[in-house]
């Protein structure tokens, strides 16, 4: 049997957008999930509720990762409390109780995630609308069988009236019916409601705590909001040039977390921090929109619109399809072969001769990302692609005009020349006979829908993977190793799991899994390195955020990485310390906190992928070299604009290691 709080995420699971709730406010979920616990307590006879209090009847624990945690709280508290408490203190945690009963869902093959992002029923269950439950037995899918029992004269099981219940006291039924739907079935809630106990106490609890959610109506007198000073014709383009998470970050510790702010022709409402990142998870899709500011980066390619400018459903088919070209899975299915690949590359670097790092991972990444995506090798267009990625964001940031000059259309034409070798490529030889790729789900997709994605939109889309690696993942690896030279202990430590992980044999994907100090030394390089420290969107929607109104059409940049830098969140958040990630402190799972990759519909997809490919070419480069540490003073240059870039870290290689064949291949 389910539990409630799985049944809940089941219930609010919108599987057009592939996102949980995506117009349900994030307190309500939480109280809803809240609920849950608690009913699941009550059926399982550890607690008893009145309108009143909340008793302890029995403490001892399931073994349930969802539940255990809430009952030792309570045992442990002693005292009378009502249930409204609990309600509130528990909701407190709803963010890890969605994670938990979120990840049960997929293990159990009802849901599955598609690149961290997107969320669906698996195709059985979604077909079938069963889905097995502990005991083996199949069971209705949560929203047939509540839609099922409103809209009919159904006798219910009692398990369904606590969900019907709890699920109107938090507002889902707002969420997932019309308001035509809701007329409807009105009647039929408020009888079945008052049918159960349990029900009907988290209802009257829950009631009393929804309003931050549901403010009261009237006039409120609402702020200005803050601007912040800047130079004559420039505004505050020079302070962002030298980092735009560090200025970002600046702000929100003088004004809060919004704040007015200029560049040379345009002008920003900023939000920031980690409210800004939840606010964009929670409400984005509805208040934002993604076209404007990135429109250029479209048209210079001669597209009518690629995923970074897409919202609604055409955005959510396209990343559903994407999504799987990015899975996790890709690199660990082919992780020896990508190692072979690195090994190639690393013949390549010089040994006893400083080289520039970031140029070699390049070189490195766009093999990769080749085989891969496509199956193609980039070979001789790294430069091109660099300069065509760097003139593309400038056109969409600041300077429209750029991709005029001609070095860059140069660099456009050697792209779309590459893209159209590969889609050659790729109709000769066919998809992949195992897992297609991202080309080969690209194609399926053009056939499937050629509205969705036409002719004119493949040779950007082909393009993609090859200049996002180019830049971020490459830029990427070359602040881990950086960060990693500079602490010689912790580069012996990350080879002696390398050394493991090749000591296996072939490298698997159950393997990687072992990279526990890669794993975390890339999560710290990503904290203060963020592939996506601040995204651009136009206000679709007018909205509230922090008693400011920011109306619709406003241009806005959004903060999501001013978190990695606020002390609250991150002691001494300028140090490099890779325990922040242990289950111990976990100072990455606090809400909104750790978002390197971006948040909302517009997540990178590479976010599940990128740090196992870290990962993995760090392991072979510390596998087959033998690298010169950097002094502990030696200071990185850094680019912040128009992306993060290590600029001229150099490195050495002292010796080129040696092993057995057999355990090296």
């Not at 209090?53 to 002693?78: M, N, Q, S, Y």
């Not at 992780?335 to 390049?362: C, M, N």
């Not at 750790?594 to 870290?614: D, E, M, T």
């Amino acid at each position: 049997m389910l539990r409630f709080a799985e049944e809940i995420l089941v219930l609010v699971l919108d599987e057009e957008r592939g996102d949980l709730g995506p117009n349900l406010p994030a307190r309500s979920l939480d109280l809803a999930l809240a609920g849950a616990v608690l009913m699941d307590l009550a059926l399982e006879d550890r607690i008893d509720t009145d309108l009143e209090r909340l008793i302890l009847v029995d403490p001892t624990p399931f073994g349930d990762d969802i539940l255990d945690p809430t009952l030792a709280e309570i045992a442990k508290d002693g005292r009378s409390r009502d249930t409204a408490y609990w309600l509130g203190r528990i909701a407190a945690r709803g963010d890890g109780i969605r994670r938990t009963a979120l990840a049960r869902l997929i293990e159990r093959g009802i849901l599955r995630s598609e690149a961290q992002g997107l969320l669906s029923l698996v195709p059985s269950v979604s077909r079938s609308r069963l889905y097995p439950a502990a005991d083996g037995q199949p069971v209705e899918e949560a929203r047939l069988r509540i839609m099922r029992i409103l809209f009919s004269d159904e006798v219910p099981d009692p398990r369904d009236i606590a969900i019907i219940a709890l699920a109107n006291a938090c507002g889902v039924f707002r969420t997932i019916l019309s308001s035509e739907e809701r007329e409807q079935v009105e009647d039929r809630i408020d009888l079945l409601k008052n049918l159960d106990l349990i029900g009907r106490t988290m209802s009257l609890a829950i009631e009393g705590l929804k309003e931050p959610d549901d403010p009261p109506p009237g006039p409120r007198r609402l702020k200005e909001i803050p601007v912040v000073p800047g130079l004559p014709l420039v505004g505050n383009g020079l302070a962002m040039r030298k980092g735009v998470v560090t200025f970002l970050a600046r702000q929100h510790r003088k004004l809060g977390p919004i704040f007015r702010i200029r560049v040379p022709g345009r002008r920003f409402v900023c939000i920031a921090g980690p409210e800004a990142a939840n606010f964009l998870t929670s409400r984005g899709k509805t208040v934002f929109r993604s076209l404007e500011p990135m429109a250029n980066f479209h048209k210079q390619m001669d597209a009518s619109r690629s995923i970074l400018t897409m919202d609604g459903i055409d955005h959510v088919m396209t990343r559903k399809a994407q999504a799987r070209g990015y899975a996790v899975r890709v690199m660990r299915d082919r992780s020896q072969e990508v190692v072979d690949i690195t090994r190639d590359e690393l013949g390549k670097w010089p040994v006893g001769e400083p080289f520039e790092a970031l140029p070699a991972f390049q070189n490195v990444i766009a093999e990769q990302m080749g085989y891969m995506m496509a199956g193609y090798s980039p070979q001789g267009y790294r430069r091109e692609l660099c300069t065509l990625l760097g003139g593309l964001l400038l056109s969409a940031s600041v300077f429209p005009h750029i991709m005029k000059l001609p070095r860059y259309r140069r660099a456009r034409a050697r792209g779309q020349e590459l893209a159209r070798a590969v889609l050659a490529h790729k109709r000769k030889v066919g998809p992949r006979r195992s897992t297609p790729d991202f080309i080969d789900l690209m194609l399926e997709l053009r056939e499937a829908d050629p509205q969705l994605l036409p002719e004119t939109n493949l040779n950007l889309t082909v393009l993609a993977p090859y200049m996002v690696g180019l830049d971020t993942t490459a830029s990427t690896c070359g602040f881990m190793l950086y960060n990693m030279l500079k602490r010689p202990g912790l580069m012996e430590r990350m080879t002696a799991e390398a050394d493991a992980l090749f000591a296996e044999g072939p490298v698997s994907g159950e393997g990687l899994r072992g990279l526990d100090v890669s794993r975390r030394v890339a999560m710290e390089t990503l904290r203060l390195h963020p592939v996506s420290p601040a995204v651009l969107r136009t206000t679709a929607n007018s909205f509230e955020f922090a008693g400011h109104r920011v109306p619709a059409g406003t241009q806005v940049m959004i903060g999501t990485a001013v978190g990695h830098t606020l002390e609250e969140f991150f002691p001494d958040p300028e140090r490099f310390d890779i325990d922040r990630y242990t289950p111990a402190r976990g100072e990455h799972r606090q809400r909104g906190a750790y978002v390197p990759f971006g948040a909302g519909n517009h997540r990178c997809l590479g976010s599940g992928l990128v740090p196992v490919q870290l990962g993995l070419t760090m392991a072979t480069i510390l596998r087959e070299l033998v690298l010169e540490p950097l002094d502990p003073d030696h200071a990185l240059r850094v680019r912040s604009f128009p992306t993060m870039q290590p600029v001229d870290f150099r490195v050495r290689v002292l010796a080129r290691r040696t092993h057995d064949a057999a355990l090296a291949n």
